[in-house]
């Protein structure tokens, strides 16, 4: 019986890790916001992403992290309360075109349920590329969100400025 506790365990643990990128988002900083004396304390937790499409462009997001028995074991749910940053970090090359409202990132945020969401769109009149982040889940989302916008402009001796309307596809 303890086997298989313990199977159940390590394998709920390993389906309630961040479903990321190939080379998922970079950890730049942690800080307890609740001291637990013998289990993790829960953090808010600063990531960063590069847009995958979009060359030039990085993300930084902050999610509240939960500590505790359940958030050790990947079976807490987390809150819906995440911001976003994103910024325009050298010359804007689009890859390849892309849809209105396409996923540039995306990770669980509970075991089965929840997920957040970066996606991405283009301001068409102001060459501005838009980024929304927001969780949801199966049957119901929240409304809680936070948007970024990228204005594409030149960068450093490059003086022609790709228009991200030219890369939206339809």
Excluded at 65 to 90: F, W
Excluded at 135 to 163: C, F, H, K, L, Y
Aim: charged share 25%; net charge neutral.
């Amino acid at each position: 019986m303890k086997t298989v506790w313990s199977a159940l365990v390590v394998g709920t643990a390993l389906l309630a890790a961040p479903a990321a990128s190939a080379d998922g988002p970079d950890t730049i900083m942690k800080k307890s916001t609740v001291w637990r004396a013998l289990t993790p304390n829960d953090k808010l937790a600063v990531y960063g992403i590069d847009d995958p499409l979009v060359e030039g462009v990085a993300c930084h997001y902050t999610v509240p992290e939960k500590g505790g028995v359940k958030g050790s074991l990947g079976l807490a749910e987390e809150v819906s309360e995440i911001s976003l940053a994103c910024r325009q970090v050298g010359p804007i090359r689009f890859k390849e075109p892309f849809e209105q409202g396409d996923v540039v990132f995306s990770e669980r945020r509970s075991l089965v349920f929840k997920k957040m969401q970066i996606v991405r769109g283009c301001d068409a009149k102001r060459n501005v590329l838009v980024y929304l982040v927001y969780s949801d889940r199966i049957i119901e989302g929240s409304p809680q969100n936070s948007t970024s916008t990228v204005p594409v402009m030149p960068w450093g001796a490059v003086t022609e400025t790709p228009r991200c309307a030219d890369f939206v596809k339809g």
